[in-house]
DNA sequence: GGGAACCCTGTAGCCGGTATAGAGTCAAGC
DNA sequence: GCTTGACTCTATACCGGCTACAGGGTTCCC
């Protein structure tokens, strides 16, 4: 099959798998005389396989290491479950960043009502009194992935 | 004062403020006679204010649309609420999306316990399982923000 | 043989910075 | 006056995970 059908049966872009060669998550398939991909089951289902680790927000890195013990089937697995729990900490983590963030938002959101000039507009009032008591790290260092 | 001493007080890098104003969301200062860039207080309020709403996930293109619209503070604020409203949208659907992927995290973990060889691994067994079970345009389109 | 739909490579853009290279400037200490 | 080290300058490239575009070649159907 040529690279539309594949992409098309994965559920992705054309692009996207030409990318995924190139990042080395699918291996080059051979060629049509005319310099055509071509492509069989198998990559079918390793590209399925890649979208859907990716679909978890997997990062291609990890992806890429997951594909290479799976294809070393005698090692110890251990290395999966350590990728795994600590892809789940980084998604909880960043889970917890969020619902903070949409509790500020929400209260930020309740200080202006409809039909204000911007001069009394309470989001911005608050917006500039909130960067003001700001100290200097506290965004700095450690809040950022 | 300095650079430096305005990214330290604002607690962001250097290279940081520098890339503010390249992309306009802070004004470029004055220049001592050797080029060093000088900056006085405003600056520092304004670098802070777009910290403050970078800590609030807000995006460089709509904190200059809100800069600007601070600017104007005769017109109306209607602009700041739906920016607001929007942002807020996206941080509640994103908060979900991740709230589901922990589950499904959490569930594929459960399938491994420590010491298995790779071909027993149950998270790989479901990840390619999964990946299998998977209809073409699944995680296509409409999934991804 | 003409046009649509497909394929190829190579390159640039998105976001919000971060990192590097290579050069100039300034203040303090010897 | 000279060196050292901290600071500053510009320009450019890199990160992830794609996506888009330019400028060509191929295949297939009417």
Known sequence: MRIGELARRAGVDVQTVRYY????????????????????PAHLERLRFVRHCRSLDIPLADIRRVLALADSRSVACDEVNRLV???LARVRERRAALER?????????????SGHRIADCGILEELIHA??????????EGERR
Chains 1, 2 share one sequence.
Request: proline letters at 4%; aromatic letters at 4%.
């Open 101 to 113: 963030l949409e509790r500020q938002l929400a209260a930020l959101r309740s200080q202006c009502a």
């Open 85 to 87: 729990d600590v892809h």
């Open 21 to 40: 060669e190139r990042e080395g998550l699918l291996e080059a398939p051979g060629r049509t005389p005319s310099g055509y991909r071509a492509y069989g």
């Open 131 to 140: 960067a003001q008591g700001e100290a200097c790290a506290c965004h700095a």
